[in-house]
């Protein structure tokens, strides 16, 4: 590894950006592989990050990492290990409520809107279906985000899954982690039984909120747009435009990847 500084990459996280969630991630441990990864007390946490931002939004293989930064397993190996602890999660978790406050909103949401993104897969293998709808072979992300658009909580399925069958757990895991959350806003798609289902579950109240009828070509539709436009927040991370994964966890890990660095920089910039 050379002594001289690399060049930085647009991904790189600044000073400041780095301080948002240095606390957050773990220290490298020791264990059964050390002896496979004797170089990597050489990579510091900041540049393991680095690289996995890199390769989230440039969306290569794990293979193609530049030279510059840490060696790819390395680099996989602790995404991994991050993802098994749910370190991912709590970034993001713990940024979202600091953007939230620093917006002037309460840490926890009161409302939220929940939506589903069909994507194609590849040739990774794992979990996939065809959504009919949508023509789309491949996963279905169902997304829980609050009104400014940030993540609360992600759901990952066949794409064949109806949005009203892929909601049910998505809703149970905010109505337990988010006690203040009363109104979700939904599309027409989770219309009938699961509205009544909901409420008596979780005391969550869906509001669908419909199209109008007299519209023609696109349309903002109420809260609903807030929803689509985070999916469009996935598409500027090219490993989100498709689904690459083999396993459902490791999809919902990378939108938590590209949710961090979409946060730290307005934090960062505050």
Known sequence: MSDEPRKPYPTDLTDAQWIQIAHLVPEARSGPQEALYRRRELYGR?????????????????????????????????????????????INDELRERTRIHAGRNETPTAAILDSQSVKTTE????????????????????????????LAVGISS?????????????????QNYPTLEKVWVDSAYAGQLVDQTREATGIELEVVKRP????????????????????????WRRLSKDYERYEDTSEAMIYVGMMGLMVKRLSAA
């Open 159 to 175: 794409a064949h899954v109806q949005d009203r069958d892929g909601a049910p757990p998505v809703l149970r895991e905010a109505s």
């Open 213 to 236: 009828d007299i519209s023609r070509g696109f349309i903002v539709v109420s809260w609903r747009w807030i929803g689509e436009r985070t999916f469009g927040w996935f598409n500027r």
């Open 46 to 90: 900041r540049e393991i990050v680095n690289a996995i931002l890199y390769i989230n939004r440039a969306g290569c293989p794990w293979r193609m990492l530049p030279h510059d930064l840490p060696p790819y397993r390395i680099v996989f190996h602790h995404f991994n290990e991050w993802k098994k602890a749910g370190v991912w999660r709590a």
């Open 124 to 151: 990774a293998g794992g979990t996939r279906g065809f959504d009919a709808g949508k023509k789309i072979k491949g996963r279905k992300r169902h997304v829980l985000v609050d009104v400014m658009g940030l993540v």
